[in-house]
């Protein structure tokens, strides 16, 4: 049974179009971290929440939004799609500063 | 711009021998480090978490951190075929709490 999990797993957009990855979690963890992954490159940092009420962007942010609906679930949103964010999308929980962090199964999004 | 640097490789070894992966950091405020090992395709999976000076054993793995020197190291001993993998340092940011991640060097257990 996954702690951490991501849906959809595969997912084929267009252009232009608005999608929004989901993840959720069983591991009560308060901080969630969403990241991409291009292929050959290491992962990069979109955005973290360290609870519920706290949202903050990381490196590549522009161009995605997130909802930290609970607890449990962190949704990333692509408001319009463009194909150089086709990647591999990890979602990502931790349970306090300096502690470990483990990832979700992860997202491949192809934007056409 | 606080950063994590790993050789890329591939790193080459032959089956049985010991493989040693490297990571430098810059944040000398830095205070947790983490080795993940990530088959393509997949999630990164945890290998060894380290918050000390010194070494940490944990079956064929051993990370050596050095604070002073801002590095972290991973010798994986007996190496197997199922080893040959990307694998992934990474380092608490002490200032946000966010986690950097070097770019991964890739290792191959030839068997």
């Known amino acids: ?112 | 711009q606080k950063e994590v640097e790993q050789n890329s490789g591939p790193l080459s070894v032959p089956e049985g021998a010991i493989a040693s992966l490297n990571c430098t950091y810059s944040d000398r405020g830095s205070q947790s480090f983490f080795w993940y090992r990530q088959y393509s395709g997949k999630s990164p999976e945890l290998i060894m978490s380290i918050y000390s000076n010194g070494d940490k054993e944990d079956g064929r793995f051993t990370a050596q951190l050095n604070k002073a020197s801002q590095y972290v190291s991973l010798l994986i001993r007996d190496s197997q075929p199922s080893d040959s993998a990307t694998y992934l340092c990474a380092v608490n940011d002490s200032g946000t709490y966010k986690y950097i991640f070097g770019t991964g060097t890739r290792l191959k257990v030839l068997a």
């Open chain 1, 1 to 112: 049974d996954a702690d951490v999990t991501q849906t959809p797993r595969n997912r084929i957009t267009k252009t232009g179009k608005r999608i929004m990855l989901e993840c959720s979690q069983t591991k009560g963890h308060d901080r969630m971290y969403w990241y991409r992954q291009d292929p050959g490159l290491g992962l990069q940092l979109i955005y973290y929440s360290f609870d519920v009420k706290d949202i903050n962007k990381g490196e590549i942010s522009d161009g995605y939004s997130v909802s930290r609906q609970a607890q449990a679930k962190f949704s990333l949103s692509l408001e319009s799609a463009i194909p150089n964010q086709t990647a591999l999308y990890f979602c990502a929980t931790s349970r306090g500063q300096e502690e470990t962090q483990y990832f979700g199964p992860g997202t491949r999004l192809l934007v056409l």
